[in-house]
């Protein structure tokens, strides 16, 4: 069936420092494929998405490719800011006549420190 | 304008009490969620509901039950509550896929329920 691998957390960083939290996917056709962040005692908001191979989506200086050969959607961030520390979450939306369902990785919990 | 909204926002309340929660949403989309979400942030969907089906999660019991007044609305009744009830529930919606239109979800901002 379809499902979302992330990285498992928590992630801690220093101010500045290089981001990456690891996504794959398990899915049959071409699913769209998401980012969101929730910051802490908010609910999910969307951070980016892509919705075909090779699209990259970006926000906020976050970047995530979507890579069929090897079925991830790894999200980047080239210099992460304290107010980036939230919990980010991998989720896909498969093509189909049938689907409304979407699928959630487990969630990575990222803290950047001054 | 708020687009998916949740009331309450805490909700405290004694095992075995009867309790609602309640959403809406001014997107004008066709399909409504709620997921739970517990203290280890791992979100597990509950239903899924547009005007034609409902997708129910196995896992989840009975003792949950969507209620949907109108296409805008998706209210979550709770019998019986029981401690391990306690998490915080978040409503989402969006458009129909087979609509072929946007496929982004969006989310309300949680209600964190307490059972005592």
């Known amino acids: 069936g379809d499902s979302v691998t992330q990285m498992e957390g928590p992630v801690t960083l220093s101010e500045e420092a290089f981001l990456t939290i690891n996504c794959t996917y398990t899915?049959?056709?071409?699913?769209?494929l998401f980012w969101y962040v929730q910051y802490p005692g908010e609910g999910l908001q969307l951070l980016l998405k892509?919705?075909?191979?090779?699209d990259k989506g970006s926000n906020k200086g976050f970047e995530a490719t979507y890579r069929k050969e090897t079925t991830s959607f790894h999200l980047e961030k080239g210099s992460v800011q304290v107010s980036d520390s939230a919990v980010y979450f991998c989720a896909l939306r498969p093509r189909s006549n049938t689907g409304n369902q979407f699928y959630f990785g487990t969630g990575t919990s990222l803290t950047v420190i001054p | 304008d708020t687009a998916v909204s949740q009331t309450p926002k805490y909700l405290v309340t004694q095992m075995g009490n009867d309790k609602s929660i309640k959403c809406e949403q001014n997107?004008?989309?066709?399909?409504m969620y709620w997921y739970k979400q517990d203290s280890k942030k791992f979100l597990k969907i509950m239903f899924s509901?547009?005007?034609?089906?409902?997708?129910i999660n196995e896992t989840v019991p009975n003792r949950f039950s969507p209620k949907s007044p109108d296409k805008a609305h998706l209210n979550l009744h709770i019998n019986s509550l029981e401690l391990g009830d306690s998490a915080v529930y978040f409503c989402a919606s969006s458009q129909d896929q087979r609509q072929g239109l946007s496929d982004t979800q969006y989310f309300g901002p949680g209600t964190r329920l307490t059972v005592l």
């Open positions: 509901y547009n005007n034609k089906e409902l997708i």
């Open positions: 997107l004008g989309h066709d399909t």
């Open positions: 899915a049959t056709g071409y699913p769209s």
């Open positions: 892509a919705t075909k191979a090779d």
